[in-house]
């Protein structure tokens, strides 16, 4: 179909009205438009896109979140390193950094510094081209990151094209990407609920989000981002100042911290530090200490770099925050997969703004290591890690009469023997008739990126088992309003709406249902890529250990995890009583037809393997290689279709050039086979 010029300019339009709303909204946080217009003008974007798809960009709101799962992260390495920081833990610290930097320097200029919030998330680099975000990378050692663009580009505060009349041919932006407080605790009590293990910390969860295959679930988790560093082709001639900087990527549609400060001295530092360390509490984020920047750009070039830090900035660190208070209590939660952690029930305490009562034990280990008791004095610490954890035991406060804490030896909820496996630190019970077991696994089979069954909770979990309706979730799908009416505080509307939600989530896909099982180790994404390789559930139950560890994404561990469990006579049967039930055990056709084509992009192609990969094995680049239909051979010949180049490539590479075999780097090969 023709475009006209009249839709061309209406998309446009579109894009500029929804690209300004989302500054406004997640930048400015000034709404200038209601949600029902943006939501309105989003869709009309959207269906003009899929009607005339040669008019998507990259740059468009609705390209925010990828259509599918990343099959794996490519290794990038840095135009420009990303260097961390020189660390100082107090005044004294401070001024000699200062002492040793101004050494360097001769007929000392009149300076200034910036401070920032150090950001508790994940540095992150964006490179833009022509203003268009082609690319975002985690930090990994400096040199070498992940891309993660896909991910990146569900962060509403990161804008995919700049706010410039006329961009510079290519720009880089440093910044942090982190996740809110509310946001973390929301995400932490939707994993509790579905029996998944909760992040240690907001900063560990900004990291992991940010490798999952899957964007859309990176954007559930709302990730922000402060930017703080720019490089661009000429600007550091242009730009004389770090402060200049900031005030530039604001202008670029950046959200940059408003929490900065230029000071003229050390005492200025210190001040504002001193300032931050009790207003850092009432902040929507973490942060951990005040990043302290040189602030003239010239003076930054001429102090340079050690091997391992700029010298012209230095990291000013708040100490970890920690208390003491009385251990009460000792006691142990069994969590959906039988795990049992022990945890201290302790006096109230206030850490990080927050009243805290219990702190994880993690295992038995560590109750040894502690030597822990009833009545001991305890120091608690919370500092960036959001899940209280006992650091210490005052032993010199410990009263008469207290005993060494021993593990249970039988399940508090079931009284079952507790088994601790061979080289794992965790105890557990193995009874799958544990009624916390059922309840966690109840919730994990109706959350979210499971069957997604709504309104089934955890107090619902509760009150089925209780109740004696509910003995595995294949029980589910046999229970009847009128069951579920009876239970406390459920009407008839209640009831039938959830029979309803039961109902429905007999149409899920094959990997969810895989996923809601809640078979070790195996999470959503993995879930994903088993049944796209084995998309019934026979073929994974015949599948041997050394088909499911070969698929590349699937580790020994998860592979071992699978084997066991598929085999165990009880885990057979309720596959079958939810086949009996409706659910259904395989891929989609057009799932399978998917990757029957994926599988055969390389058909008839030969490769040679010359140098070192970055991010491959060797091994791995040729089962890829082999998985989508092609042939790796040791020699180079007027046969190959195609060079694989790594680093320090040797005599094969002259014999391709001379022959003109094309070559490719690893992501082009990933590329290729995506394609």
């Known amino acids: ?38 939501d309105k003008l989003y869709r009309q974007l959207q269906d003009l896109e899929a009607e005339y798809p040669e008019l998507v960009t990259a740059d468009s709101p609705t390209q925010r979140v990828g259509d599918k799962p990343a099959s794996r992260f490519t290794a990038v390495r840095h135009n420009i390193p990303l260097y961390s920081l020189e660390n100082a833990f107090n005044s004294a ?133 402060f930017a703080y560093t720019l490089h661009t082709d000429g600007t550091q001639q242009k730009i004389d100042s770090q402060w200049e900087s900031l005030e530039i990527l604001q202008q670029m549609g950046f959200l940059v911290n408003p929490n900065r400060k230029l000071c003229a001295s050390l005492a200025e530092v210190e001040a504002y530090f001193q300032e931050w360390d009790t207003g850092r509490k009432n902040l929507p984020y973490l ?11 010239q003076l930054q070039q001429r102090l340079g770099f050690t091997q391992k830090f700029p010298r012209w ?29 022990p945890m201290a029930v302790m006096q109230p305490v206030q850490l990080a703004g927050t009243t805290v009562q219990r702190a994880t034990l993690h295992n038995s280990d560590r109750v040894t290591e502690l030597d822990i008791r009833v009545g001991d004095t305890v120091i608690v610490r919370k500092a960036g890690e959001i899940i209280p954890e006992v650091v210490r035991v005052l032993k010199d406060l410990r009263p008469d009469g207290t005993v060494p804490y021993q593990m ?30 059922l309840r966690g696994s109840i919730i994990h089979w109706a959350s979210r990126n499971a069957l997604d069954i709504r309104g089934l909770g955890e107090r619902i979990a509760i009150l089925l088992i209780k109740n004696s309706l509910v003995h595995s979730v294949a029980d589910l799908y046999t229970l009847t309003v009128e069951q579920i009416a009876s239970l406390e505080r459920m ?86 009583q939810l086949q009996a039930a409706g659910l259904k055990f395989v891929s989609s056709q057009s799932t399978l037809d998917s990757v029957a084509q994926s599988q055969q992009v390389l058909a008839g192609k030969t490769f040679v393997i010359t140098g070192t990969l970055l991010s491959l094995k060797r091994s791995e680049a040729q089962q890829l290689i082999e998985q989508a239909g092609g042939k790796v051979t040791g020699s180079i010949s007027k046969k190959t279709d195609y060079l694989l180049l790594g680093e320090d490539a040797g005599s094969k590479l002259a014999k391709a050039e001379k022959l003109g075999i094309p070559q490719l780097n690893e992501a082009q090969l990933l590329e290729l086979l995506n394609n």
Do not use: H
């Open 1 to 38: 179909m023709t475009v006209t010029p009249e839709t061309k300019k209406k998309v446009v339009l579109l894009r500029e009205q929804l690209q300004k709303a989302g500054y406004a909204y997640y930048v400015l946080d000034e709404p200038i438009m209601e949600d029902t217009v943006y």
């Open 93 to 225: 610290e401070l001024a000699k950094w200062q002492t040793r930097w101004q050494k360097q320097i001769e007929n000392m200029p009149e300076f200034n510094y910036v401070c920032e919030l150090k950001i508790d998330g994940s540095a992150i680099a964006l490179t833009y081209e022509d203003g268009i975000l082609v690319r975002g990378a985690t930090r990994g050692d400096g040199v070498t990151g992940e891309e993660v663009t896909q991910n990146i580009r569900t962060i509403r505060t990161i804008p995919l094209k700049l706010s410039l009349n006329n961009p510079p041919a290519k720009v880089e932006v440093r910044g942090e990407a982190f996740l809110p407080l509310d946001v973390f605790a929301a995400i932490n009590q939707a994993r509790s609920k579905s029996g998944e293990a909760l992040f240690a910390n907001p900063r560990n969860a900004a990291a992991g989000t940010l490798r999952q295959l899957d964007s859309k679930i990176v954007a559930q988790r709302k990730l922000n981002f």
């Open 287 to 297: 942060t951990d200490g005040v990043v302290v920047k040189v602030n003239d750009y």
């Open 313 to 341: 900035a230095i990291a000013l660190k708040y100490p970890a925050e920690e208390s003491p208070t009385v251990v009460k209590d000792i006691i142990v939660n069994v969590g959906r997969t039988g795990a049992v952690t």
């Open 408 to 437: 249970p030896t039988s399940c508090p909820e079931c009284n079952s023997a507790l088994v601790r496996p061979q080289d794992e630190a965790v105890t557990r019970c193995i009874n799958s008739s544990c009624p916390a077991i």
């Open 491 to 576: 009407g008839t509307k209640s009831a039938e709406n959830l029979i309803q939600a039961i109902a429905e989530s007999k149409n899920q896909d094959y990997d969810r249902i895989l996923y809601g099982l809640g078979i070790r180790y195996v999470g959503s994404v993995n879930a994903k890529i088993l049944t796209e390789n084995f998309p019934t559930i026979e073929e994974l139950s015949q599948a041997s250990f050394e088909s499911i560890e070969a698929v590349y994404g699937i580790g020994e561990e998860i592979a071992q995890s699978v084997f066991e469990w598929v085999r165990i006579a009880d885990n057979r049967t309720l596959i079958k």
